[in-house]
């Protein structure tokens, strides 16, 4: 079995989904993993999917095929590589809204060696003032070495309102 991301992108419309699924099983592939979300009338998702080998790049051709149906579908290799020993952590973060909020985040946890596995990001009005207020949620792998307690003095070192939370996925 080869293992296939598939990173795709639409207008979003009835159906979209069950046209991509369509695809992949009329090739013997099979649906494993999914994110999926909409976003100002986009639809935009990462699957992950196996396939036997010897369909791979018949199932590749048909999914290219979607472009006339307007769905890009972008190919990637799965991997089976072992990662270094880590532990999941959720992140979640609420802090006054700036200009490079994310990159300063993102930024950290790489130079602490935390794998970012999934984030979801927002901005609101705060409940008093109407000030906009950041907020993240976030799947972490954080390297076995590093404390928690680090890891959450190094991010509340961005600013002075930044709330940051860690606790094990369970």
Do not use: Y
Request: hydrophobic share 45%; aromatic share 2%; proline share 5%.
């Amino acid at each position: 079995m080869d293992h296939l991301v598939l990173t795709i992108i639409a207008a979003d419309k009835p159906g979209l989904v069950e046209r991509i699924a369509q695809t992949i099983a009329a090739q013997g592939g099979n649906w494993l993993d999914s994110r999926m979300a909409h976003m100002a009338g986009q639809f935009a998702g990462i699957l992950r999917v196996s396939v036997p080998a010897d369909n791979r790049q018949a199932l590749v051709g048909a999914l290219e095929d979607l472009s006339t149906h307007g769905i890009r579908v972008l190919v990637g290799e799965g991997s089976t590589a072992q990662a270094p020993a880590s532990k999941p952590i959720v992140m979640t973060l609420v802090g006054n809204d700036r200009a490079g909020i994310v990159r300063e985040i993102t930024a950290l946890l790489s130079r602490q060696g935390v794998n970012l596995e999934s984030l979801s990001t927002g901005v609101t009005p705060a409940p008093m003032s109407g000030d906009l207020l950041f907020n993240a949620e976030a799947l972490l792998q954080v390297p076995s070495s590093l404390p928690l307690e680090t890891l959450q003095a190094s991010l509340e070192t961005l600013a002075d309102d930044l709330m940051v939370e860690l606790h094990h996925e369970e």
